[in-house]
């Protein structure tokens, strides 16, 4: 079995050993696992022959001409080809999952700036398909442009069931309780401030580890996750590549009847099969899902005066064909010293061409520290003002400048150029905040046109 070494310094798991199973570490390689020996051909992709009867098979997950730097795809080696764990599929009750643009006209929600409390747990048993619930659209995923933002609670493990999305990658935030994704290429496991990211067309299953578990779901339509540019950062810091752990190769050679979903142009689709179809025994390439530590994420900020903007905090991004302007950013705010000298040191004030959905997965956001709780989640949209609220105004107006330590504190944005459409699930939740607006009414009128110097 491959096992890499990697460095793990934040969980409790992580600091008994220095030796996690299971998974390669970097972004974006070309790897290669067999779970059995000889089960992977060397030297090329199709022998006429496969070592222990196997099939070979290609993932593609971006056109076959595309540049290399983008060519995603990977080789498959499994007991079964895919097209034996497909059948006539039968099109099903979608529930609460919506794909863009199906949100334009379902909501007759006033614009405004809006934030929800997390949302309960239910009695009903809820897998990763039925518990997806959408709370926005953005632009239109036929088009592979655009992104969707879901809560996801889970409290019941999938069975003999199976699932892939061909309208998009997904990025699952955990924020309660542990999951683990079976998939083609391994087993992953999250915990929260942990996230997994399934490519688009990849096969999985998802389990309950410890009770049931809550998570933020970013669904990309557009290209892929990539880490950003750090332009004049230079090589190190943010995410660092070699935190990016891939799974081994792990198989299930399963006969039980079983059903795949599949959700294809914003439908739900089921099949029945009569095998588990997570049956690669061996693979290489590029294009596989992998999971990040948020914590392992190193901050850059001011170490002298002003606030950076929020885009020194982005883990990942999926470009747009327009040089500088992501499809969907993911940006979050960690742990961090703040030092800078006769500054305001909360996100300041501002409007933006960008729409942000917010989550907190622990502790206090800094600049919302009343109202914004953990599960809860927010929802600024393009060009709508948002900022501090009155308490953190206050607060870091009249604060003593001296280094503070951010602490026990894992936010996150889901930032896209496209307008964000709420749903009707999610205009109609109880959890949503009527009086959110109401954390700015009581900013003070300070001007003064006889002080010219601050109080």
């Known amino acids: 079995m491959n096992v890499q070494n990697v460095s793990g310094f934040q969980s409790e798991q992580s600091r008994k050993s220095a030796i ?18 000889g089960a992977l051909p060397i030297g090329r992709n199709s022998p006429q022959k496969l070592n222990y009867g196997l099939y070979a098979e290609q993932l593609s997950g971006s056109p076959f001409t595309a540049p290399q730097a983008t060519n995603q795809r990977s080789w498959l080696y499994r007991i079964r080809p895919s097209v034996k764990h497909s059948g006539r599929y039968v099109k099903v009750d979608k529930g609460l999952m919506r794909t863009a643009p199906a949100a334009r006209e379902e909501s007759g929600l006033p614009l405004g700036q809006l934030r929800w409390d997390p949302t309960p747990f239910p009695d009903e048993a809820l897998t990763f398909v039925t518990g997806l619930q ?24 999938m069975d003999n069931e199976y699932f892939f999305n061909a309208d998009g990658e997904y990025l699952v935030v955990a924020q309660e309780g542990n999951l683990r994704f079976r998939t083609e290429f391994g087993v992953i496991d999250i915990e929260p401030g942990e996230i997994c990211i399934i490519p688009r067309g990849v096969i999985f299953k998802v389990e309950l580890l410890n009770g049931s578990a809550r998570a933020y779901v970013c669904e990309n339509y557009g290209g892929a996750f990539t880490l950003p540019d750090r332009g004049p950062i230079g090589a190190n810091c943010l995410a660092n590549p070699r935190d990016f752990l891939t799974p081994v190769a792990a198989y299930e050679d399963k006969e039980a009847l079983s059903f795949l979903f599949v959700k294809w142009g914003g439908e739900l689709y089921r099949t029945e099969i009569e095998q588990s179809p997570l049956d690669v025994v061996a693979w290489h390439g ?4 992998y999971k990040y530590d948020l914590r392992h994420f190193s901050p850059v900020g001011a170490i002298m005066f002003d606030h950076p903007d929020p885009s020194i905090f982005t883990v990942l991004t999926a470009p747009s064909e327009t040089p500088g302007t992501a499809n969907v950013d993911f940006v979050i705010f960690p742990e961090r010293w703040s030092v800078a000298e006769n500054t305001f040191r909360p996100p300041w004030y501002h409007r933006n061409l960008m729409s942000e959905f917010m989550g907190l997965i622990y502790g206090v956001y800094d600049a919302k520290p009343e109202g914004f709780v953990p599960g809860g989640f927010s929802l600024h949209n393009q060009m709508l003002p948002h900022g501090p609220d009155t308490t953190a105004f206050e607060h870091a107006s009249n604060v003593e400048l001296k280094p503070v330590k951010l602490t026990g504190t894992m936010a996150f944005m889901f930032e896209t150029r496209f307008p964000q459409r709420v749903t009707k ?31």
Not at 134 to 157: E, F, K, N, P, Y
Not at 286 to 289: C, K, L, Q, T
Request: net charge negative; with cysteine.
């Open 425 to 455: 699930y999610a205009a109609e939740l109880s959890t949503l905040q009527d009086n959110y607006i109401d954390c700015w009414k009581d900013l003070k009128k300070h001007f003064d046109p006889n002080q010219r110097e601050p109080k």
């Open 286 to 289: 590029n294009y596989a899902p």
């Open 20 to 37: 996690v199973p299971g998974y390669m570490s970097g972004f974006g390689n070309s790897f290669e696992t067999e779970a059995l020996e």
């Open 134 to 157: 959408t709370i926005t659209t953005a632009g239109d995923s036929d088009t592979q442009v655009g992104m969707a933002a879901h809560m996801l609670l889970v409290t019941h493990s």
